[in-house]
């Protein structure tokens, strides 16, 4: 796999997908507590898991992603094995109501929110666009990240046909980072499968 978010769906006597507002978050969490032990056995990272009702179906929708200290992207391979994984399980669920479900399981695409610490070490080595509180937004590639913040080799600005010029490295403290989000770029396509939104899929 080379680009973006990867999705494999397993359907389970349900049928279609849900255009319905998601079900109520007490189920989505107890699924959350049951999936993770498989999840995190499996060297991944359950990032959400949430429920959307479709008349007498359910579709659980079920995000999972590389460890933090971890490059590139989940390969389709990876979710389609941790996709039966969570399939045997839920069909195993002694909690679970009657109405038949559709499992999808996919990996974060790039349009994700740099929200969370561990987003910003997943994203080491992009370029990023950074919503600085009480600032003005920077644009640079992401050098390091520890405990108390992210630092920044900034992009400057240069007139157009000029190359890219790089400032001195910036430390952006988290409690300065209103929000953030990955920039494309076509170099990095190949190499990173979160690079685009919309990827490959799989029916099971």
């Known amino acids: 796999m080379t680009n973006a978010e990867a999705t494999t769906s397993t359907g389970r006597t349900g049928s279609g997908k849900a255009d319905a507002a998601p079900a109520h978050n007490l189920e989505a969490e107890r699924l959350y507590a049951l999936l993770a032990p498989a999840v995190q056995a499996n060297r991944l990272y359950l990032e959400d898991v949430s429920i959307h009702i479709a008349g007498a179906n359910r579709v659980v929708h079920v995000v999972v992603d ?15 094995e941790i996709s039966k994984t969570l399939s045997d399980i839920l069909d195993e669920d002694p909690s679970t109501d009657s109405r038949p479900y559709e499992l999808e399981v996919s990996s974060p695409g790039v349009g994700r929110p740099l929200t969370e610490e561990r987003h910003w070490h997943r994203a080491r080595g992009r370029m990023v666009t950074v919503n600085v509180v009480q600032g003005d937004n920077v644009t640079g590639r992401i050098q390091s990240v520890d ?30 980072i209103r929000s953030g989000k990955v920039e494309i770029e076509f170099s990095h ?12 899929s799989e029916e099971a």
Do not use: C, H, W, Y
């Open 147 to 176: 405990s108390s913040g992210v630092t920044l080799v900034p992009e400057l600005a240069v007139k157009k046909g000029m190359k890219p010029k790089q400032g001195d490295p910036v430390k952006l403290p988290f409690d300065r």
């Open 189 to 200: 396509l190949e190499e990173a499968p979160l690079e685009n939104d919309n990827g490959p």
């Open 66 to 80: 590389l460890p933090q200290e971890e490059t590139g992207g989940v390969s389709l391979d990876v979710i389609a």
